[in-house]
């Protein structure tokens, strides 16, 4: 069994920053592919980006050149620096963990409980 914990959500302007943060307990992360998503309210759960066991990253469009995905296994952890942040970037953010690196949330066999993250225009 796999527990994610997410860390690093709050309330930031427009155009600043935040990093979150996934840490895994019980189990090592180093074979799973590692994910962020975001649900915003009233709308379904989405793919913001994904990482494999060797490091290949993929990202939706809208975030690319904004966010950046990052782990370190020696720390059980994931990471998502994200810049530049918009509005409709306000969301939880839940952290996955799947044994396929890929963007489908039925592929994740693992969640965190979510983190809030607020952009203020």
């Known amino acids: 069994q796999v527990q994610l914990v997410e860390s690093g959500g709050g309330l930031v302007q427009a155009g600043g920053s935040l990093r979150l943060s996934c840490a895994a307990s019980?189990?090592?992360?180093?074979?799973?592919?590692l994910g962020w998503f975001r649900q915003a309210p009233g709308k379904e759960r989405q793919f913001v980006a994904a990482?494999?066991?060797?490091?290949?990253?993929r990202y939706a469009d809208a975030v690319k050149d904004r966010f950046t995905i990052s782990r370190d296994n020696a720390a059980n952890s994931v990471y998502l620096q994200m810049n530049s942040l918009k509005p409709e970037d306000t969301a939880v953010y839940y952290c996955?963990?799947?044994?396929?690196?890929?963007?489908?949330?039925?592929?994740?066999?693992?969640w965190g409980q979510g983190t809030q993250v607020t952009v203020s225009s």
């Open positions: 990482i494999s066991w060797n490091f290949i990253t």
């Open positions: 019980a189990r090592s992360l180093s074979s799973y592919a």
């Open positions: 996955g963990a799947s044994t396929f690196f890929r963007s489908a949330i039925s592929d994740y066999n693992y």
